[in-house]
Every structure is written in C-alpha cells, then in structure tokens.
C-alpha cells in the first residue's frame, strides 16, 4: 500500500461546478496534511493545510480531513478554467522529516 | 525575501558530462530538499537535509551527490550523467518547526542527450 494515494484522473468537471479531489493515507499517527496546486511546467504552491478532523475553509477551497478513515479531501466550489492543473496532497511521513506526496490528479476545468 | 531560488533554469548535458544545480534559500530555513519529477509523474525525493553539515537519501539517490556547508545553499550534483536522469529538478525548504510545510524553488529543466 502506497503511503499516500490520490484518485486517480484525469478528473474533468464543468466550469463553475464543483471538483472533488480526495486523498487517503496509511500512517494512522500523520498529524498534517497539506494541498498542493502545480500548473504545467512550473513548481507546486500549497493552498491548503489541514491539521484538524473537520473542513477548513479557504474561498473557493474547502479541504475536509477525517483521521478515522485516514482520509484528506479538497472541495474547489465554483470552478474556473483557472483551477486547471494538477493537485498534489502531501502528509509527513514518520518522524516528520520527510514530506510523503500522493502522485497527484490532474484536474481539467471546461469553460 | 526572495524565498527559495534555483539555477540554472534549464540545461543540456552530453552523457557522461558532470555538473551541479544550486539552490539557495534566504529564509533560514533548517530542512533542504531535492526532487525530481519526471513528465507527468510525481515527485520522488533524491536528498534532503536537516541543517548544515548533515545530509540524508531519499528514494532515488543513485547517481547524485549532495553537501550542505552552510544553512542557505545546498547544490545537487550529477556525476556522469545518463539519459535517465533528464527531468526538472525542483528543490524545497522549509523552516523545520511542528505543522510547517515546505516551500519549492522553480525547478530546473535538465535534459541528458
């Protein structure tokens, strides 16, 4: 079992609906989770970080994180062709010194 | 602060031809990384650092080399280089505190002909 996995895409979702990008991960103890957004050709910026059971909620982005289910989630209401890129979800690995990343979805808003 | 910067920002290398990417942060940031990620891949963890003087492998080490003399740069190095190391090379820091994340650089575009 991979340490951290993403759903697999390419995911494609109308402009202004809502995507639906999700995460599970297997080390039961990982207190924080991260959303990265990369575009093509350039490097990963986080957008999110979640560090408690529940939804957090950042203007169009919502990221929802269950400890129980080891599962980490990211809500992008509204979409916009903008949001077009590929989302990587990231936990640290034991002892913290090692950021653990899913190998990402690519997500494709259609005007 | 102009956060994590990478050079050079693409390259082409003969095989079997050496040379070093440098990255440097001016955030005094404890923890240094470097990755690479292939075309359309995630990234896999090459070295990382935890403070000046004290390096560590990730996942796929072989054919790199890594220092880390002072707390700002931390130059990967490619000795003999193959085909199969062309990739962009994204380096990271972060400042090492509980709940912090990393920050990346913008990548360099090595391709090995």
């Known amino acids: 079992q991979k340490e951290v996995e993403q759903n697999s895409g390419p995911l494609s979702v109308p402009e202004g609906a809502i995507a639906s990008l999700n995460c599970t991960y297997s080390?039961?103890?990982?207190?924080?989770f991260f959303w990265y957004r990369q575009y093509s050709g350039k490097s990963p910026e986080l957008i999110m970080s979640?560090?408690?059971?529940g939804d957090k909620e950042d203007g169009r982005f919502t990221a929802q994180l269950n400890k129980a289910s080891q599962y980490v989630s990211l809500l992008i209401r509204d979409s916009q062709p903008s949001d077009s890129a590929t989302y990587l979800c990231?936990?640290?690995?034991?002892?913290?010194?090692?950021?653990?990343f899913g190998q990402g979805t690519r997500l494709t808003i259609n005007p | 602060n102009a956060g994590v910067t990478q050079t050079p920002k693409f390259r082409i290398l003969k095989i079997g031809q050496s040379m070093t990417l440098q990255c440097t942060q001016d955030?005094?940031?404890?923890?240094m990384y470097w990755y690479r990620q292939d075309p359309g891949m995630g990234l896999k963890l090459i070295y990382y650092?935890?403070?000046?003087?004290?390096?560590d492998k990730g996942e796929v080490p072989n054919g790199y080399n890594v220092s880390r003399s002072t707390t700002e740069d931390f130059p990967l190095r490619l000795e003999l280089a193959a085909p199969s190391q062309t990739s962009v090379y994204f380096c990271?820091?972060?400042?090492?505190?509980?709940?912090?994340?990393?920050?990346f650089g913008p990548g360099t575009r090595l391709t090995v002909l």
């Open positions: 990271a820091s972060r400042p090492g505190l509980a709940g912090d994340t990393q920050y």
């Open positions: 955030m005094n940031h404890n923890y």
């Open positions: 990231a936990v640290w690995g034991r002892g913290a010194q090692k950021l653990v």
């Open positions: 979640i560090y408690s059971n």
């Open positions: 650092s935890v403070g000046a003087g004290i390096t």
């Open positions: 080390d039961r103890g990982s207190q924080s």
